[in-house]
């Protein structure tokens, strides 16, 4: 990681600085954004408290009826927010005199505040993050750039919304993985992608309305995206020889979408959903809800959840919906006890499955170690899978029943409906062919 200490502050061509942005309207040359936020830190680095700031930005003429709100945090730091023409700068000085302190600078453009450019220093202003997203002629975020210290280099440039590379045909059976889209463009994923004859993709973006499910989850900040799809179908391809991937990104912007997208699951051919999504809001699930009841062809498996509760009592959805055509799942250790994170519910969890610590392939096409209710269904959709694709003509009521059969009691008592799943019933004789690798970590005995 590069790194470079930040100049101390020379109030003189600041003054110059601000005086020419004071002028201005909103900032159109990316470059003088960028200039910008680099005087900001340099200003933010002089100040530890709010005052010291407030002080600083008086002296320069025009800045001081510039900023929007300025807050102590308690004893930890301080945050402002400076108007600049159309734009907004945020900045925030978080525990100064500490060595865990940060210092973040992020200025977002126009009236939409669209993201641009993040800066992150430590408490001793020692640059160490440095990010600018760029936007398409539709306005949506196209690329994502890791700069170097000095706001120049480009050491990382990570494309948001990549074509799909071509592939040819594969045959399988089709599991829908409805999640954060999939990293289509690492060989292992690409390669066990369900497509039509004509090699177009079968799944659906429906959070940017576009048919391209990258793997993209920009909530918790849009330059620090997640990525949790391409881990979940990783698990669901290496736990079944014969399946192949439908990926969807899931319509968090628009949660009624979801008949949508089961909808076209069910016109595109798959035979189950993967859904390893939940939360407590039943009113996001209400799609889902009606659009799954009605294509009772598809059997959808669900997470239960990682809150360590018993959803019975506390519902979490989609995994409480009352359908026979739903199998709710979640995480153990290897030997059969309830994973410490993982929901339970007599009524409402079906199986219980290994998937404490277990392998899989992250969006960067490394193998890591996972946990969560998240990777226990996941693993029994590959399960389910690898059933139907013995007997492609097995109905969804078989199918369920074969999977509830195979369950065991579950140690520590009765948490789940139906019992836990062992791990040889993923990859004993007579299943689909185990992985090369290990997907269990190795857990000490008692």
């Known amino acids: 990681m590069v790194i470079c200490k930040l100049r101390s ?43 010291h700031f407030k002080q600083i930005i008086s002296r320069l003429p025009g800045l001081e009826n510039r900023i929007h709100s300025l807050h102590n945090l308690d004893k930890s730091g301080w945050r402002a927010e400076v108007r600049v023409g159309l734009d907004m700068l945020f900045i925030e000085r978080l525990m100064p005199h500490r060595s865990v302190g940060n210092t973040v600078i992020r200025y977002e453009e126009g009236p939409e505040r669209r993201p641009r450019w993040m800066v992150v220093a430590n408490s001793s202003c020692f640059v160490k993050t440095v990010r600018r997203l760029d936007y398409d002629e539709n306005g949506v975020a196209s690329k994502l750039h890791y700069l170097d210290a000095n706001f120049e280099e480009d050491r990382v440039t990570i494309d948001l919304n990549p074509p799909i590379p071509p592939y040819s045909q594969r045959k399988g059976i089709s599991v829908a993985v409805v999640d954060t889209g999939v990293n289509y463009l690492l060989p292992e994923i690409n390669s066990r992608l369900s497509r039509d004859d004509a090699g177009q993709v079968r799944g659906y973006d429906f959070w940017d309305l576009d048919r391209r499910p990258f793997d993209l989850n920009p909530i918790p900040s849009p330059f620090f995206p997640t990525h949790h799809g391409t881990k979940i179908a990783s698990v669901i391809i290496r736990q079944s020889p014969d399946v ?43 799609g889902f809800l009606d659009a799954a009841a009605e294509h009772s062809e598809l059997l959808f498996i669900v997470a239960a959840g990682n809150d360590s509760q018993d959803i019975d009592i506390n519902p979490i959805y989609p995994a409480v919906f009352s359908l026979e055509n739903l199998v709710v799942v979640t995480a153990s250790t290897n030997r059969g006890y309830l994973a410490p994170y993982a929901n339970w519910g007599v009524e409402s969890v079906d199986l ?40 492609p003509d097995m109905g969804l009521r078989e199918l369920r029943e074969r999977l509830f059969r195979k369950a065991r009691r579950i140690r520590g008592g009765r948490m789940v409906k139906h019992g836990f799943l062992p791990e040889s019933q993923f990859n004993g004789e007579g299943m689909c062919a185990s992985a090369k690798q290990p997907f269990l970590r190795a857990e000490a005995e008692d």
């Open 244 to 286: 192949t991937v439908m990926p969807y990104r899931f319509p968090r912007s628009d949660m009624s979408r979801m008949g949508d997208l089961i909808s076209h699951a069910s016109e595109n051919g798959a035979r189950i959903v993967n859904v390893s999504l939940a939360s407590p809001k039943f009113e996001a699930w209400q």
């Open 9 to 51: 502050i020379h109030l003189v061509p600041l003054l110059i600085f601000f005086i020419c942005l004071g002028e201005g309207a909103a900032v159109a040359d990316p470059i003088k954004p960028a200039a910008m936020v680099q005087a900001s830190m340099e200003v933010a680095c002089q100040a530890p408290t709010a005052m």
């Open 352 to 391: 219980i499955a290994p998937a404490n610590e277990i392998q899989a392939m992250d969006f960067d096409g490394q193998l890591k170690w996972v946990g969560g209710s998240s990777y226990a269904a996941a693993r029994v959709s590959g399960l389910a899978a690898c059933l139907m694709s013995q007997n």
